[in-house]
């Protein structure tokens, strides 16, 4: 009798959420999506089953990893390694995977599994959540995305194995490694080894280079991933030489892999510099440990949240270049968060325009839209203003210095996860802030632009007012 009731509740449930759902669009679905699987995810994480001690875990504590995980930052309260049990360990592994992929791309891949018709109104969902220019070949997008995730996790899986199994044993190793294979590529961050991330292997090449390579992949974006695999068969084939090849590739895939270059050679050499006599950090390396810590470090602030040196011990400076990079974070239609390399390369090219007298934005002889300029200008503003909001916030409610109560918003909102150690301190007040700018930092600023500004849009259709100036500078 309680199961046939359980059974009506939810189908009831479901039909209420198919009718809302019809009213809704694919940006509101996004924001709502993500909150449900928060939601449950932190209801799930509370229960005792799921903690060592086979006690209820605080909900906020709950909460607060789940959305962590959901939005593949890496924050936590507590310590995954011990305060979670083995089905608590597998939640947690689950909910980074759902927040790597995204709503869309799980959503969508059950249906691809079950053979189910995506329709139109999906497909829309598909091109909005991975900002693509057109909706032809979205199902094959879609499936060279769920193929080429699981194939980069399993790379990555098989070779911290080597590391991992030896060291844990065959079943224990396995598992460690496929959890963080899975962590490290969603930009996730967290770990089930104990309290200080991957500082036991600070030394060690094998995970160092595995999972910079992991962040960095997975980095990238999905769509930068095709058109790399794509200018590689030109030149495999010989269809094009290499300059013409290159030519043809996206003017995104460029601006992506050149900011990328330009942010992971620029912040290894500023960490190195800045830390190289810190005993607490990179001085009693040798030279060889301390270029690869430094590269670490700049490859792990974009987004990642593994660390092998205590972000704590950082000198100031180095601290505010962390938070740059965090704020940047990857490119678009991946896994990373933070702003995007592609939008600040738009705002860059667009101060290089306005300098030189140019009336467009222009790039290797391409002309950017100006709606584009308008997007990466209000991505940047909301973040940027969401940045101050949540820095004050955490001011206020904890008696900690202003460095590090930037480094941990920033960390929350560009979804990072790295943290100055304060964050299993804070008071419920603050770790709402955090669960907020964490939400707000995985659907992005753009997402909740269109969420509110859908109506307006309609309404302001076609409409045209008289032009005037306003003095600048």
């Known amino acids: 009798m309680n199961n046939v009731r359980i059974w009506k509740g939810i189908n009831r449930l479901r039909k209420m959420v198919q009718r809302v759902g019809k009213h809704m669009t694919a940006s509101q679905m996004i924001v709502a999506g993500f909150a449900i699987v928060i939601f449950l995810g932190g209801i799930l994480l509370s229960f005792p089953v799921c903690n060592a001690d086979g006690k209820w875990l605080n909900f906020l504590d709950a909460l607060f990893t789940s959305c962590s995980a959901v939005c593949v930052t890496g924050l936590v309260t507590i310590v995954p390694a011990v305060q979670f049990s083995m089905p608590g360990k597998v939640i947690l592994l689950l909910l980074i995977q759902f927040g790597g992929l995204g709503l869309i791309a799980c959503t969508m891949g059950v249906f691809l599994i079950l053979r189910r018709q995506i329709t139109i109104r999906s497909r829309v969902m598909i091109q909005e959540s991975y900002s693509l220019d057109t909706m032809s070949g979205l199902v094959t997008m879609l499936i060279f995305v769920l ?72 980095g990238l974006g999905f769509v930068v991933w095709q058109d790399l695999i794509l200018t590689a068969k030109r030149i495999r084939r010989k269809e094009f030489t290499w300059k013409r090849s290159l030519q043809k590739m996206r003017l995104h895939t460029k601006l992506a892999v050149v900011m990328t270059l330009a942010l992971f050679i620029g912040g290894t050499v500023g960490f190195f510099f800045m830390e190289y006599s810190n005993p607490n950090t990179l001085g009693p390396l040798s030279m060889g440990e301390k270029w690869m810590a430094a590269m670490f470090q700049s490859v792990t602030t974009r987004t990642a949240g593994f660390f092998t040196i205590p972000q704590g011990a950082f000198h100031e400076e180095s601290k505010f270049l962390s938070c740059i990079l965090m704020f940047i974070g990857g490119a678009p239609g991946g896994t990373a968060g933070g702003v995007k390399t592609t939008t600040v390369a738009i705002l860059l090219l667009t101060c290089w325009s306005v300098l030189k007298g140019n009336v467009d934005t222009e790039c290797y002889r391409r002309k950017i839209p100006a709606l584009n300029v308008r997007a990466a200008f209000s991505v940047v503003i909301v973040a940027f203003l969401a940045l101050l909001a949540g820095t004050m916030a955490i001011l206020l409610l904890e008696p900690v210095s202003l460095t590090d109560a930037l480094y941990e918003v920033t960390s929350a909102i560009g979804t ?35 969420l509110f500004a859908s109506k307006v849009g309609k309404k302001k259709h076609g409409r045209k007012l008289p032009e005037e100036r306003i003095v600048v500078g």
């Open 147 to 218: 193929k080429g995730t699981f194939f980069v996790e399993g790379m990555g899986a098989f070779f911290y194995a080597f590391q991992f199994v030896p060291q844990y044993g065959l079943f224990r190793g396995i598992w460690y490694s496929v959890f963080h294979a899975v962590s490290a590529f969603c930009n996730a961050g967290i770990d089930i080894l104990g309290d200080s991330s991957l500082q036991m292997y600070q030394t060690n090449p094998l995970i160092n280079i595995v999972t910079m390579a992991l962040i960095l992949v997975s």
């Open 416 to 450: 990072v996860g790295l943290t100055v150690g304060i964050t299993p301190l804070l008071s419920a007040g603050s770790k709402l802030v955090l669960i907020l700018l964490m939400y707000m930092g995985r659907i992005g600023p753009v997402t909740l632009a269109l």
